[in-house]
């Protein structure tokens, strides 16, 4: 199992960008696939982004796509979500997920491990 403490969330302008951090301990992410979820306010939680052991990467293309990046860094054993260009509609709770094996998917059931999530407000 591994924990997953998210960070970085805050708020921030409409235009802006923020860098959301998930921290992973119990054990190495090197081969987990990892993703970034959101959920709005009376909204069902959302797909944001994945990524998995190897750097295929998968986007939600209707919402972030081109303004969001997921990356890894194995060594610090943590993933990031670079937002730029931030709407209010991505407000929301950004929680991170892991899963065992290499495919990459958009769906919450197959990720295994998540964090409790940060907050993201983007005032217009």
């Known amino acids: 199992q591994v924990q997953l403490v998210e960070s970085g969330g805050g708020l921030v302008q409409a235009g802006g960008s923020l860098r959301l951090s998930c921290a992973a301990s119990?054990?190495?992410?090197?081969?987990?696939?990892m993703g970034w979820f959101r959920q709005a306010p009376g909204k069902g939680r959302e797909f944001v982004a994945a990524?998995?052991?190897?750097?295929?990467?998968?986007y939600n293309a209707d919402s972030v796509k081109g303004r969001f990046t997921i990356s890894r860094d194995n060594a610090k054993n943590t993933i990031y979500l670079h937002m730029d260009s931030l709407k209010p509609e991505d407000t929301a709770v950004y929680y991170c997920?892991?899963?065992?094996?290499?495919?990459?998917?958009?769906?919450?059931?197959?990720?295994?491990?998540w964090g409790q999530g940060t907050q993201v407000t983007v005032s217009s």
């Open positions: 997920a892991a899963k065992r094996g290499p495919t990459v998917p958009a769906v919450q059931n197959e990720f295994d491990d």
């Open positions: 990524l998995n052991w190897s750097g295929r990467t998968r």
């Open positions: 119990g054990r190495p992410i090197s081969d987990r696939t």
